[in-house]
């Protein structure tokens, strides 16, 4: 429980500077709600995806966690991905299509095992050099303080029209 803490301090802490002047829980983990505590590990996990350590969320996550992105068929990075070797995988698919510009968690609610977190990103396709924008939700389940399930919501459309290179030499 130690190590647990004193990791997502570090996050907490990574995450302030990130985005200073937005509220990031800081109560001390034994007087925190387990939804607090939910809300806390999905923002390390954000906090950690914005310093590019997948370690660090891998770390945040069940062995037998489900990773769930839409899109199939169109968007490298859809599917189904279970346990921590296809969460790398997601992440690699992720790497390899966009270039973040913009990746902004806003807001966060809790209920039970479940926290949805609604926010927006603004990314660079690779493969087009096209820019896309889409607000999004996550919707993540916990089991014992760790991610089970992470299922996220967003404009597949978009994602796909920026992806696809017969629309962006069309433009040209």
């Given amino acids: 429980m130690k190590s647990e803490r004193v990791y997502l301090e570090q ?3 990574a995450a302030d500077q990130i985005h200073p002047g937005r509220r990031i829980i800081r109560r001390g983990i034994e007087s925190m709600t387990r939804e607090e505590q939910n809300i806390q590990t999905a923002q390390a996990g954000y906090a950690a995806f914005l310093c590019g350590d997948i370690p660090a969320i891998l770390a945040l996550c069940d062995e037998r966690v489900e990773w769930i992105m839409p899109g199939a068929g169109a968007i490298p990075t859809a599917g189904i991905k279970k346990g921590h070797s296809g969460v ?3 992440f690699g698919a992720v790497a390899a299509t966009w270039q973040f510009e913009v990746f902004e968690p806003r807001e966060y609610v809790a209920s039970g095992d479940r926290v949805v977190v609604l926010g927006h990103y603004r990314a660079r396709s690779r493969k087009t050099g096209r820019v896309v924008g889409s607000d999004w ?3 993540w389940r ?3 303080g760790k991610c089970l399930r992470l299922q996220e919501f967003t404009d597949t459309a978009v994602l796909a029209a ?3 290179e017969s629309a962006a030499s069309a433009g040209r």
């Fill in 137 to 139: 939700a996550m919707a």
């Fill in 142 to 144: 916990f089991r014992d």
């Fill in 162 to 164: 920026a992806l696809d």
């Fill in 88 to 90: 790398l995988d997601f």
């Fill in 11 to 13: 996050m907490i802490d």
